[in-house]
């Protein structure tokens, strides 16, 4: 068997007969050819007519136009990004440099900086592809069928909802149980706006009426616009007199999914595993000082994800046999989602205005991770003893 540099020794030796023999010198040729190195016939003819071109050790096109300034800044960037993806990164360029910049974070040259805000999706992600990791758990499910008032709180209906304008929310618990749901453990609330995909997290001591519908209305008043139409699954914690009693004095219309469907509150349930899990993880917590910790944790986590964050929302898909084709508006900040709408309130716009210069993402992302190294201290694992009551 000849060794592949020894038959392309072999061609370039013999070329020049083929190319400028007769017809009869080249059946010739490539019958040589072909005895010699086991090619097909109808291999062998492009090898003899089209000679292999040199490697020069440059791209296609020229010298590469992203060097190393330029990966290590976007590398910057996406760390202060909290590591999103390339499509959710390359549109929020702009306003991340910007902030880096402000706060003293980001120093790079003037082209660097051209550079990096002239990137697109694709190459931000060719430049990232050697830094990204991702292996994530998963945890166990607590909700339980609420029967309490089922019939009085309707399904969510299009007739009922208008996704179109900010203000009707998602709403969804989060346990955070670690392996048992036996005894005494902690959660989070968890609330979406549809519309602006403003987040709102807040711990609960615990799942009742009373701990629910207080957590509602201390996050109302954070809230950028009104509060108008309310979403939850069929859990007993929300499915009660005390939450269906305050939406109603309020006029907030008030809903919940179809039983047994996974699928029926998925904006809030995507943001139950990017927001909370990913922030959180699947540990037990218990006790006021998880609680107190928690919620530190929310606050820092609030400001980063609603100002710092860009996120896509889907605006179509259509279905071509068995393929599903999605297609996405641009990655937007909830904030920058909240000052685009009309119907939110020009006062509620100017606090937000006068609120993003003062935030730096890439100090907000080191207080977050200060908070959950706390946090995660008082996790109850399997190993350190009981599940009950931590005081």
């Known amino acids: 068997m000849m060794r592949q ?18 017809r009869t010198e080249k059946e010739l040729v490539l019958d040589e050819l072909v005895a010699t190195t086991g090619y097909q016939r109808k291999y062998a003819i492009p090898v ?111 007739a009922q909802w208008d996704a179109a304008q900010p203000g009707f929310m998602e709403l969804d618990r989060v346990a955070h149980c670690g392996e048992a749901t036996q005894g005494e453990y902690r959660n989070s609330r968890d609330r979406l706006d549809v519309k602006t995909c403003w ?99 929310y606050e820092s986590l609030r400001l980063y994800r609603n100002f710092c964050q860009p996120v896509m929302v889907l605006v179509e898909k259509v279905r071509e046999g068995a393929k599903v084709k999605k297609r996405y508006d641009v990655a937007q900040t909830p904030c920058q989602r909240v000052l685009a709408a009309p119907d939110v309130p020009e006062a509620a716009k100017e606090r937000l205005r006068k609120l993003y210069p003062t935030l730096n993402p890439a100090a907000l992302l080191r207080q977050i991770q200060t908070r959950q190294a706390a946090l995660w201290k008082l996790a109850i694992r399997p190993s350190s003893g009981t599940m009950g009551e931590q005081v």
């Open 48 to 158: 003899l007519n089209h000679p292999r071109k040199r490697r020069t050790g440059q791209r296609r096109g020229g010298s590469a136009k992203y060097t190393g300034p330029v990966r290590a800044a976007l590398a910057q960037v996406w760390r202060a990004a909290n590591c999103i993806c390339s499509k959710r990164l390359a549109p929020g360029l702009p306003i991340f440099v910007a902030a880096l910049e402000r706060h003293g974070e980001l120093k790079r040259d003037s082209q660097t900086r051209t550079l990096l805000l002239t990137l697109s999706p694709a190459p931000a992600e060719r430049l990232l592809k050697r830094v990204r990791a991702n292996t994530k758990p998963h945890g166990l499910t607590t909700t339980k069928p609420g029967t309490l008032l089922k019939q009085a709180i309707p399904v969510r209906t299009f």
């Open 199 to 297: 987040v709102e997290l807040y711990g609960l001591i615990n799942r009742s009426q009373a701990t629910v519908s207080a957590a509602l209305v201390a996050c109302r008043g954070r809230l950028p616009d009104a509060l108008l139409g309310l979403d939850s699954d069929n859990g007993a914690e929300f499915i009660n007199h005390d939450l269906k009693r305050y939406c109603e004095q309020a006029h907030i219309t008030f809903t919940r999914g179809r039983p047994y469907k996974k699928n029926a509150q998925a904006y809030v349930e995507q943001k139950n595993w990017t927001a909370v899990r990913q922030n959180v993880g699947y540990d037990r917590y218990a006790g006021q000082a998880a609680c107190a910790a928690r919620n530190a944790l």
């Open 5 to 22: 540099t020894s038959k392309r020794e072999l061609v370039a030796a013999i070329r020049p007969r083929y190319t400028l023999g007769s």
